[in-house]
């Protein structure tokens, strides 16, 4: 099991909680059980903190007359009819919960329907993904902020104003609040992925903050990361040749691997400042094998003057240091030295 080292309300809660990186599968499981519980598997592997689907009720979010984003599928003769294949019982979200949970993932699904709220809420999930879409959607929100669930906000299709208002009605409930930065395009560009505005929600919101990204790469988490997001949130794809909507903006389970242990360097970094000169005096030994010293290239007597043509730097850096040349140029030696000895200041008069 995955040891459970924070929980997503102290991550949105707490400004140096690990970064809380969600493993998006949303269509990627085609309608298929047993895919979806395969998704859960290979995220937990990748060390992710979170898995997230969708919950989509066709009866309930959808009509026969909704169009297609991309016409992709060759055996949904609607968009409508696609949600229905996408469904799957209680008992089995139930099933991909418990999953989850044994492997030490939070489970997140994201509810596209007053009715996939209720339905998830007996699931039983560790908060709420609100998608783009339903960022406006104040009924909706409403129902979410109920349950006193930590709340992740994206933000891909949303003016400004429609997030001031989303954010005034769910922040005086004092629930757990993190804000994404998201922008629906798929792929999306990354002239288009906004990542200015990371800095400007946190800022303007006073809360957590990240990216929901959709680059199909692990550029952008990385980025987010370095950013200092505590949330980052990409979609997933066993292979760049499956069948779905969001393969485009996915990326592979493998890839899924480097982008968790690149949020984790990351951060290791940041939560750790440096101080310039504590690191000088940590590196001196070597320093000593890369810097230079002051030497003389042939034998010298008593009394000799050292003129440019005696002297050169050389490695180990243990002796008179290289930045003095101009100093000890013109010095007198007070005893013989040796070729490629080392110059002192006890040799100098």
Same mark, same amino acid.
């Given at each position: 099991?995955?040891?459970?080292?924070?929980?997503l309300g102290a991550t949105l809660t707490k400004g140096n909680a690990p970064c809380f990186v969600i493993a998006e599968i949303a269509q990627a499981h085609d309608g298929s059980l047993g895919t979806a519980h395969a998704y859960i598997d290979a995220v937990a592997k990748a060390g992710v903190d979170a898995v997230k689907f969708q919950t989509h009720l066709a009866e309930f979010e959808s009509t026969p007359d909704e169009p297609w984003?991309? $016409?992709?599928s060759r055996q949904d003769a609607s968009r409508f009819e696609y949600w229905k294949r996408m469904e799957f019982t209680e008992v089995q979200w139930k099933g991909l919960k418990d999953h989850a949970q044994e492997l030490g993932l939070k489970f997140l699904s994201s509810p596209f329907s007053l009715e996939a709220v209720e339905l998830l809420t007996r699931v039983g999930v560790s908060g709420w993904k609100? #998608?783009?879409?339903?960022?406006?959607?104040?009924?909706?929100?409403?129902? %979410? +902020?109920?349950? *006193?669930l930590p709340i992740i906000l994206s933000t891909g299709m949303s003016s400004i104003?429609? %997030? &001031?208002?989303?954010? $005034?009605? +769910?922040q005086p409930h004092h629930v757990p609040l993190a804000i994404l930065q998201c922008t629906s395009s798929y792929p999306c560009p990354p002239e288009k992925l906004g990542l200015n505005l990371i800095a400007w929600l946190r800022e303007r919101y006073g809360c957590a903050v990240g990216l929901s990204d959709h680059s199909g790469t692990v550029y952008a988490g990385l980025a987010a990361a370095a950013l200092g997001s505590q949330v980052v949130e990409v979609h997933v794809t066993f292979s760049r040749e499956m069948f779905g909507p969001d393969v485009p903006v996915s990326i592979t389970t493998s890839e899924l691997k480097q982008l968790v242990d690149g949020v984790r360097f990351i951060e290791q970094a940041l939560h750790h400042p440096l101080n310039k000169d504590e690191i000088f005096h940590e590196m001196q030994t070597v320093r000593n094998l890369f810097t230079k010293s002051i030497v003389v290239r042939k034998s010298l007597p008593v009394?000799? +003057? /050292?003129? #440019?043509?005696? /002297?050169? +730097? $050389? *490695?180990?850096g243990t002796g008179i240091p290289a930045s003095h040349l101009r100093e000890v140029?013109?010095? *007198?030696?007070?005893? #013989?030295?040796?070729?490629?000895?080392?110059?002192?200041?006890? &040799? /100098?008069?």
């Amino acid at each position: 099991m995955k040891p459970q080292e924070h929980t997503l309300g102290a991550t949105l809660t707490k400004g140096n909680a690990p970064c809380f990186v969600i493993a998006e599968i949303a269509q990627a499981h085609d309608g298929s059980l047993g895919t979806a519980h395969a998704y859960i598997d290979a995220v937990a592997k990748a060390g992710v903190d979170a898995v997230k689907f969708q919950t989509h009720l066709a009866e309930f979010e959808s009509t026969p007359d909704e169009p297609w984003r991309v $016409k992709f599928s060759r055996q949904d003769a609607s968009r409508f009819e696609y949600w229905k294949r996408m469904e799957f019982t209680e008992v089995q979200w139930k099933g991909l919960k418990d999953h989850a949970q044994e492997l030490g993932l939070k489970f997140l699904s994201s509810p596209f329907s007053l009715e996939a709220v209720e339905l998830l809420t007996r699931v039983g999930v560790s908060g709420w993904k609100v #998608p783009s879409g339903e960022t406006n959607n104040l009924v909706l929100l409403e129902r %979410i +902020v109920e349950t *006193k669930l930590p709340i992740i906000l994206s933000t891909g299709m949303s003016s400004i104003e429609e %997030i &001031d208002k989303a954010v $005034k009605y +769910v922040q005086p409930h004092h629930v757990p609040l993190a804000i994404l930065q998201c922008t629906s395009s798929y792929p999306c560009p990354p002239e288009k992925l906004g990542l200015n505005l990371i800095a400007w929600l946190r800022e303007r919101y006073g809360c957590a903050v990240g990216l929901s990204d959709h680059s199909g790469t692990v550029y952008a988490g990385l980025a987010a990361a370095a950013l200092g997001s505590q949330v980052v949130e990409v979609h997933v794809t066993f292979s760049r040749e499956m069948f779905g909507p969001d393969v485009p903006v996915s990326i592979t389970t493998s890839e899924l691997k480097q982008l968790v242990d690149g949020v984790r360097f990351i951060e290791q970094a940041l939560h750790h400042p440096l101080n310039k000169d504590e690191i000088f005096h940590e590196m001196q030994t070597v320093r000593n094998l890369f810097t230079k010293s002051i030497v003389v290239r042939k034998s010298l007597p008593v009394g000799a +003057v /050292l003129t #440019p043509e005696f /002297l050169a +730097v $050389k *490695k180990p850096g243990t002796g008179i240091p290289a930045s003095h040349l101009r100093e000890v140029t013109g010095r *007198k030696l007070k005893r #013989p030295v040796l070729a490629n000895t080392f110059l002192s200041n006890e &040799d /100098l008069l």
